[in-house]
């Protein structure tokens, strides 16, 4: 194996070995390798073949920054083999091949690039008429990329959040010392690094003539960092995009953080940018840094001889580190004329490397077949892009290349920054920043260790300062730095192959004749070109094709600008987005109360409420025993998960009769109104009871997963209505119950002697304000499971008192609690909806029987034009009740309702009622199924059929005698 000695390979285990496969050659590697690394030790080069002319490519980066190493695993495609650690028995595969890697059918396609030049696709397959259907197979074929497991089973992801005041995107030298001066100011910081390990480059690069002082420095910041209390750290984790409010979707494995951060600094670091001549693409060309991180994370001896292209001093240094490894440095080819640095050079020349200065590579010669490259033709610059006619052959095998730096901006311009470009100084600017984002390091041109020491240390204080904490000042200045990027490292040959775009397959020619077609803006040029909509996103071809589309349209490149940087930064899985989400979930006062009572816990929107009380096993018997108590005898159930909404003002009244269905303007002071609301479509999308307290006082409730939208969607309206009325929500200020029974009455009775309880003076749908055990309450008297009730609604702090209290007072009338699942059956028994179950999104008032909730005589209501046009349609369907035996099968929620071979609705709600001795249920069905005494056919488990009898709602106690008492 390819292996260097320690302390190389800072990232591998050696004691560890790996064995795996690459196209059904047995291999060996380390733990903690990649797939790419462990292959390069093995002297496997060739890894893919390019997307279009089929070439043969091998890494390019070695950080998962293009797209030269995609490989196929068993159970999944298009995977970056040098960012995907190495696992055991690990079977590895080309893709995009026809035939083998080693010898690719298609590879000829290579040879007639000048019959497929930008753009052909668009000309070429759209005519005569029809003529698509005949090319489309063939090119898809030629366009597949990987392989999908059709046979994979889904795996976990989930989602988490996290809160920090400062989020540091980028751990290399600026993220280690910001997010470390942050949490020295008392900043809770969280440190988000894509690679394994902290330090960024002070892991891989040189920073000195003798090499040491990268290594040193990063061992102390991470040590401090590691140890530091206030900072969390997430490494192998990608921050996906930048939102609002500095909002953060970061991926680590198969979970995805939501961030929501306070102050965010981006510390992302620079991406190592390719110079652009002749077969740049060859395997065994690749960028310095690249090379760099396989000598020093992964003690990978990256070639036998060696020349270095460079545009700056860091590839001198890059130089040094692969003199010291044993690889032979056959040259260093400066594109500069005589700007190194003397100390460098003078290492160099010690060192017995010739160096080039003022000349390029204008051509990387290959070995037969393209498979590794041989040699390089060396030539002087004579001019922007001109080489002379003559120049030097050096033998080589590896070919170490970095016109200079483009800053990780995609994060910043997604948060509204610009980048702009010096074409004099070729150096880069952000500006535009939001407040709360701010820069450090190389992202913002700073390559100088002080001088991003220093930078990270003033942003740091900055961020922090705007938290409110305090931290001291930082003295110091800028140390002046050249740019370390090369104007113009661009040179055309006349037989082309000098890539752009190594994703694409694009050379020079292809960008320049876009813009000849009439393409001048970089964006058009990218879509017409596809340059930079590869796996790698433009990180290597942004900065070039800006620089080509300036030259050919005489503007400058600040001018032209580069493409637009769109979430997501890396590619994401669906798995990410749709994998399981914890919401942070909430407990009433009440909650311990329930626990110590036995509750089965169960969640309801964002709260945890009982769904009964007894064995977790024995739902169905815990459920039908409280129902029958509530009827029988007396019930207490904890509502304060109800939403609560208090409407208070001159227009409280107005604004209520706007959003709602029903009339307000005239509802009486101590009665309650049953209230409807639908949006601007006409479809239902909440319901809840208005209990008018006094003229300018209305307490409204909503359903316990739609207040929050609900109370958006007031104020919204109400910022356009500007009426003189307050909105609050105070759902988590007021803890409720509902007390139920025939003996209802009874208990309160006895804890509430301030108020007239008889049926007369607080008849049904009354409200009043009174105590209830001593305690302030809101009282409103409502049959919602069709008994006499009360809910009673009292500031939170007193909701364990409250529980209490009629608990003590209900013992002798035998009153017991009861959850949700009972409520549910109760509610279900009386017919009564529930929205978002019984509902769903094209749900309208008609298809519910609802129209008796609209005010007809209303001017206006949210959604009325859109109720009464539909109105005037024929229903298509209807929500019904139906009864089945309670020896038939019992349909489940979602159950489908046919109408012969067709689906005509589904099961909204089914249970079991003891009450009523058979099986009950609410289902949608064709308006012509919906007529009481006949039947729908419902396909249950097993795909069997019932035919449920269709019956008028209510199912029980159909004139409301119960809770009218």
């Known amino acids: 194996m390819n292996r260097l000695p320690a302390p190389m390979g800072l990232l591998i285990d050696r004691s560890k070995a790996v064995r795996f496969s690459f196209e059904g050659k047995g ?72 035939g083998s890697l080693e010898n690719d059918r298609d590879a000829y396609l290579g040879k007639f690039s000048r019959f497929m030049p930008v753009g052909f696709y668009y000309r070429a397959f759209y005519k005569p008429k029809g003529a698509w259907k005949l090319w489309e197979p063939l090119i898809r074929k030629k366009a597949g990329l990987g392989v999908l497991d059709l046979d994979f089973k889904p795996e976990y992801y989930d989602k988490a959040f996290l809160f920090p005041d400062l989020a540091v995107i980028g751990a290399g030298p600026a993220g280690l010392q ?15 690094e894509q690679q394994p390990i902290l330090g960024g480059s002070l892991a891989w690069a040189r920073f000195d003539i003798a090499g040491e002082r990268g290594d040193g420095l990063r061992r102390r910041l991470v040590a401090a960092v590691e140890s530091h209390a206030n900072i969390q750290i997430l490494t192998e984790a990608v921050c996906n995009a930048w939102f609002a409010d500095h909002y953060l979707p970061v991926i680590q494995g198969e979970r995805l953080y939501k961030v929501r951060a306070r102050q965010c600094i981006v510390a992302a670091g620079a991406f190592d940018q390719p110079v652009v ?59 500069r004329a005589g700007r190194a640095d003397a100390a460098l050079l003078t290492a160099l020349q010690s060192s017995g490397i010739p160096c080039h200065s003022g000349s390029t590579v204008y051509e990387a010669l290959p070995e037969k077949g393209l498979r590794h490259l041989s040699g390089v033709d060396v030539r002087r610059i004579v001019g922007k892009g001109q080489v ?24 910043l311009c997604q948060a509204g920054g610009k980048l702009s470009y010096n074409d004099e100084q070729a150096a880069f600017n952000l500006s535009g920043l939001p407040p709360g984002l701010r820069v450090a390091g190389s992202v913002n041109g700073h390559n100088r260790l002080d001088n991003l020491l220093l930078e990270a240390r003033q942003v740091a204080v900055q961020a922090v300062a705007a938290i409110g904490l305090e931290a001291p000042a930082v003295e110091g200045r800028m140390l002046e730095e050249p740019s370390p990027n090369y104007p113009w490292p661009i040179f055309p040959h006349p037989e082309g192959k000098e890539f752009v775009d190594f994703d694409e397959d694009l050379q020079i020619r292809d960008i320049v004749n876009a813009t000849r077609h009439g393409y001048r803006d970089v964006q058009l040029v990218k879509r017409f070109s596809t340059v930079g909509m590869g796996p790698s ?11 080509l589309v300036a030259d050919a349209t005489n503007r400058s490149v600040s001018e032209t600008g580069v493409t637009t940087a769109r979430p997501p930064f890396a590619p994401e899985k669906l798995a990410h987005i749709a994998g399981r989400g914890f919401d942070p979930h909430r407990q009433t006062p009440m909650h311990q109360r329930h626990l110590d009572a036995g509750a089965k816990m169960m969640p309801a929107g964002i709260w945890q409420r009982p769904a009964y009380y007894g064995a977790a096993d024995q739902r169905d018997a815990c459920m039908q025993a409280e129902a029958r108590h509530v009827r029988s005898k007396v019930g207490l159930i904890d509502v304060s998960t109800l939403g609560g909404l208090d409407v208070r003002g001159p227009d409280a009244a107005e604004l209520l009769n706007r959003i709602y269905t029903f009339g307000f303007l005239k509802q009486p002071v101590g009665r309650s109104r049953y209230a409807l609301m639908t949006n601007e479509q006409g479809v239902v999308i909440d319901d809840g009871v208005c209990a008018r307290f006094a003229d300018n006082h209305f307490y409204v409730s909503a359903t316990t997963s739609g207040v929050d939208r ?60 009174g105590s209830v055990a001593g305690i302030p309450a809101r009282l409103l008297r409502v049959g919602f499971v069709g008994e006499l009730g009360y809910e009673i609604h009292v500031p939170a702090r007193f909701g364990e008192a409250l529980w209490d209290a009629l608990m003590q007072a209900g013992a002798e009338f035998d009153i017991r609690p009861f959850g949700v699942e009972t409520q549910r059956l109760l509610r279900l ?32 209501f949210v959604g009325k034009r859109s109720v009464e046009i539909l109105e005037q349609q024929p229903l298509r369907r209807k929500l019904v009740g139906f009864t089945l035996p309670k020896d038939s099968p019992k349909p489940l929620e979602g159950h489908l309702v046919l109408k012969g071979a067709d689906i005509s609705g589904n099961v909204t709600s089914c249970e079991y009622s003891e009450t009523l001795d058979c099986i009950i249920g609410l289902a949608y069905a064709a308006a012509d199924q919906a007529t009481p005494g006949g039947q729908i056919p419902i396909r249950v488990e097993g795909g069997k059929q019932v035919q449920a009898r269709v019956v008028t709602l209510p199912f029980f106690d159909p004139d409301n005698k119960r809770q009218e008492l």
Not at 388 to 411: F, T
Not at 537 to 547: D, K, Y
């Open 27 to 98: 291999f060996e590697g380390f733990e903690g390798d990649s797939i790419a690394s462990a292959l390069l030790a093995n002297g496997q080069w060739l890894m893919s073949r390019s997307f279009k002319y089929h070439r043969p490519r091998g890494p390019l980066s070695m950080a998962g920054q293009d797209a030269n190493t995609l490989v196929q695993l068993p159970r999944e495609p298009n995977v970056l083999a040098d960012a995907e650690p190495l696992t055991g028995s690990l079977e590895v595969a080309a893709q995009n091949v026809s």
């Open 178 to 192: 910001a997010a470390l001066t942050a949490a020295d100011a008392g900043a809770k910081v969280l440190l988000i």
């Open 277 to 335: 001549f002749r077969n740049n693409d060859l395997p065994g060309v690749m960028l310095t840094s690249a090379a760099q991180r396989l000598m020093r994370l992964y003690a990978v001896r990256p070639g036998k001889r060696a020349v270095v292209l460079t545009g700056n001093d860091d590839g001198y240094l890059a130089a040094l580190d692969l003199h010291e490894q044993g690889v032979e440095v056959a040259g260093l080819v400066d594109l």
């Open 388 to 411: 002379a006619d003559k120049g030097l052959r050096i033998d080589c095998d590896l070919l170490c290349m970095s016109g200079g730096y483009m800053p990780v901006y995609q994060l």
């Open 537 to 547: 996103q433009g990180r290597h071809s942004a900065l070039p094709t800006a620089r």
């Open 710 to 769: 609900i109370y958006t969607q007031m104020l919204k309206w109400n910022a356009q209505w500007r009426l003189d009325v307050d909105i609050t929500n105070v759902t988590a200020a007021m803890a409720a119950v509902n007390l139920a029974g025939p003996d209802a009455r009874k208990v309160l009775a006895k804890v509430c002697s301030d108020l007239d309880l008889s049926a007369e003076a607080f008849p049904y749908l009354g409200v009043r304000t």
């Open 829 to 860: 028994e009386k017919g009564h909806v529930i929205i978002s179950q019984d509902t769903d999104g094209m749900t309208t008032p008609a298809e519910i029987d609802m129209g008796w909730a609209i005010g007809r005589k209303k001017p206006f």
